[in-house]
Each structure stands twice: as structure tokens, then as C-alpha cells.
């Protein structure tokens, strides 16, 4: 990114916002070749429409020219994306779900805890009510990371999106259940 001049610079900012919202509602793992071709230039396209209805500009010389190249450093930015999704998780997942060993746990209460939630997807409903039956999807751990994701205060925050703005869609959790899920994820710290 340090290749493109400051007003590029914050053009493709909003083109990863873009695509970052394509990720989250669509695609989380789009094959390279076909979002270079589409989706990430549509992003910039998106973004370049975008500065011009609030008639901003930009450095002159830079679009079409590395178009391609522009395209590389925002499809690069789905990796940034995954791995923020999977830092906030690492440190809201065993606050959560009471996994921390800080909390009085041993290693094994800690392990076996783990498993009974990985069990029939338990990690995604939320706490039992009054009758012994839980919700899907209440799990405050799940709602934590969504929102420390999605509404943070950045360039590329995706609360800006309609699409975001009154609710977390459906794709977008199932993005952040999915990589709670992954085993990469120690549940322990």
C-alpha cells in the first residue's frame, strides 16, 4: 500500500471495507484468480464511484495502470480480516465460556468443559432459561466478537454498510461460529 499515494491509500482503505463485506455476507474464502478479476475489481470500482459522488479526489495515474496491482493489495486484506476475527475470539472465547485457567480452572476441568461445547455445536447457544432450554445463536461470546469485528471504529469497519446497520447478518456469524469452531483455536490462555 505504500506504493500508492495518500488519497489512493484511503480510496482502497474503503475498497477493503468493500470487499470485506464481501467476505463476511458472501464468500469468506473466494478463490484468488476470480476475485482478482471480479469481486476485488468491483470493489474498486465501488470505492471509485464512491469518492467521486462526494466529489473527492484522487492522484491521477494510478487507475487503470495498477489496477491489477490495487486488486492484489485488496484481496490481501481477507487474510487481515480472518486473522482480527480470529485474534478477537482467541481473547473473548475462554473469558466467555469460562475456559480461562485465571478463573479456577485446571487444565483438564478446562479441556473436558471445551469438549461438552464443541459436542452437537453446544459453543453457539446461549444459557439455559428458566424452563432448561437454550437459544441458538444467544451465545454473548458469538455477539462480543461480531461486534468487536464488524463496529469497530476503523476505515473498514463494515457498520457502514446498510447491510450491517441493523442487524449482524446471517453469513457474518456463521463466518465468526465457524472460525470459533476451527481447532486452531486453543480454547485455553
Given at each position: 500500500l505504500g506504493f500508492f499515494p495518500?488519497?489512493?491509500?484511503?480510496?482502497?482503505?474503503?475498497a477493503k471495507a468493500n470487499f470485506r463485506?464481501?467476505?463476511?455476507?458472501?464468500?469468506?474464502?473466494?478463490?484468488?484468480?476470480d476475485a482478482l478479476s471480479g469481486v476485488?475489481?468491483?470493489?474498486?470500482?465501488?470505492?471509485?464511484?464512491?469518492?467521486?459522488?462526494q466529489k473527492r479526489q484522487v492522484e491521477k495515474g494510478y487507475y487503470p495502470k495498477y489496477k491489477r496491482e490495487m486488486a492484489i493489495v485488496v484481496y490481501n486484506d481477507a487474510?487481515?480480516?480472518r486473522s482480527r476475527i480470529k485474534q478477537v475470539a482467541l481473547a473473548v472465547v475462554p473469558l466467555e465460556y469460562?475456559?480461562?485457567?485465571?478463573?479456577?480452572?485446571?487444565?483438564?476441568?478446562?479441556?473436558t468443559k471445551a469438549s461438552g461445547l464443541l459436542k452437537k455445536t453446544n459453543f453457539l447457544r446461549g444459557?439455559?432459561?428458566a424452563e432448561g432450554r437454550t437459544s441458538n445463536f444467544a451465545n454473548?461470546?458469538?455477539r462480543?466478537?461480531?461486534?468487536?469485528?464488524?463496529?469497530?471504529s476503523g476505515s473498514k469497519s463494515l457498520r457502514q454498510f446498510p447491510a450491517f446497520q441493523k442487524t449482524i447478518p446471517s453469513n457474518a456469524l456463521i463466518l465468526v461460529a465457524t472460525i470459533v469452531s476451527m481447532p486452531t483455536i486453543p480454547l485455553v490462555i
Open positions: 495518500h488519497l489512493w491509500g484511503k480510496l482502497l482503505d474503503y463485506l464481501y467476505l463476511a455476507i458472501s464468500d469468506p474464502f473466494p478463490d484468488k484468480e476485488c475489481g468491483e470493489a474498486i470500482t465501488e470505492a471509485i464511484v464512491h469518492w467521486q459522488d487474510a487481515t480480516f469460562g475456559l480461562a485457567l485465571l478463573q479456577g480452572n485446571t487444565i483438564s476441568s478446562v479441556k444459557d439455559r432459561d454473548n461470546a458469538l462480543t466478537i461480531c461486534h468487536k469485528v464488524y463496529y469497530d
